[in-house]
């Protein structure tokens, strides 16, 4: 029994499939099946049933959880030497959003390169739900989420990322006329998305946008869905050009260039009651993953990048003046 079979056994548990598995390790099959069988001779049970498709025995079962406590007790222990020797050499698997990595590495990854040239960053898009479970696998060291729940995590809240609604004033004007000033005196310290129910909206197909939909579900509104997506920039884009309001965070926002902003955007907090609404985002890891020092520098800058953007005010990118 070794270290590298039995993170060889906990690929193929993930795909159960010896072929794919081998492609995704760029080893032969052959090699792959040899070494899952020097396991089984080396613990005298069968690991895996072939027939009628691959699955784990029971004895398997039991050795997957073994294996991977035992890969992650190894990686830990080869970060805290890294810290001894000070080598500072190795990568870092970082999960998160397209829209949260493209807003948070760009400001971060200059000041890291700089301090451990010899880190790498192995970047993966991926949702909440799939970078939790990457973590879980030991496939992510640390990933950046809007939810997780299982025990095993560590989460640490790095924002209360508020929510707005945002629209041209001409669009507001085109469907509430007169009504249109007033509207906008009266909401802009936060406003219900309800009142805009009948403006053409960007739907965000998200975590996020489950939680406005689903406020409209309950209040018995049917919003004016003019497109549905997943990405909070194409609404952003949409919403510039006039042709549809749009639902975006505090960070989003802070990325547009404020050159492209028309003078008449407009953009107001949403809030259901009296609450505002806000989207939390949290930094995870597994509880028992040590983290080495360069590990601890990355999370560092990803918590002062996201300080900064919560103490930034909207307006510092925005224009809300009327023409």
């Known amino acids: 029994m070794d270290l590298l079979s039995l993170a060889y056994f906990i690929e193929v548990a993930k795909d159960l499939h010896i072929t794919r598995t081998a492609e995704r390790l760029f080893i032969s099959q052959q090699t792959l099946s040899n070494r899952i069988m020097k396991l089984e001779e080396y613990y005298g049970v069968k690991l895996l049933e072939r027939k009628p498709s691959l699955s784990l025995t029971y004895a398997g079962e039991l050795v997957l959880a073994f294996a991977k406590e035992t890969v992650q007790k190894n990686q830990n222990l080869m970060d805290m030497l890294s810290d001894i020797s000070r080598e500072e050499r190795g990568v870092i698997r970082f999960g998160c959003s ?3 990595m493209d807003s948070s590495l760009p400001e971060i990854l200059p000041k890291f390169e700089q301090e451990f040239p010899n880190v790498d960053i192995d970047l993966h898009i991926a949702n ?25 995590i560590e989460k640490q809240l790095l924002i209360s990322d508020r929510v707005y609604v945002c629209m041209r004033r001409s669009l507001l004007k ?3 006329g007169e009504d249109c000033d007033r509207l906008i005196e009266q909401t ?9 129910k009948d403006l053409p909206l960007c739907i965000l197909d998200n975590h996020l946008g489950s939680r406005i939909m689903k406020h409209y579900q309950e209040s018995g509104v049917e919003p004016h869905e003019f497109i549905s997506c997943t990405y909070i920039n194409l609404g952003l884009l949409i919403s510039l050009k006039g042709a549809a309001a749009c639902f975006a965070t505090h960070s989003s926002l802070l990325q547009m260039r404020s050159e492209n902003i028309p003078n008449d955007y407009l953009v107001f907090p949403i809030k259901t009651g009296r609450e505002l609404i806000s989207q939390q985002i949290y930094l995870i890891y597994l509880k ?21 953007v919560e103490l930034s005010p909207v307006e510092k990118v925005l224009s809300t003046d009327e023409d």
Do not use: W
């Not at 799939?130 to 729940?149: F, H, P």
């Not at 080495?292 to 990355?298: D, G, V």
């Not at 918590?303 to 900064?308: A, F, G, R, T, W």
């Open 128 to 152: 909440s739900e799939t970078c939790e479970q990457m973590i879980l696998s030991g496939d992510y060291d640390i990933g950046l989420v809007t939810k997780a729940d299982d025990v095993l």
């Open 98 to 100: 397209r829209l949260r």
């Open 174 to 176: 085109q469907y509430c």
């Open 288 to 308: 028992d993953r040590y983290l080495n020092r360069y590990m601890r520098r990355y999370i560092e800058l990803l918590k002062d990048y996201y300080h900064e």
């Open 188 to 196: 802009k310290n936060g406003v219900d998305p309800l009142v805009f």
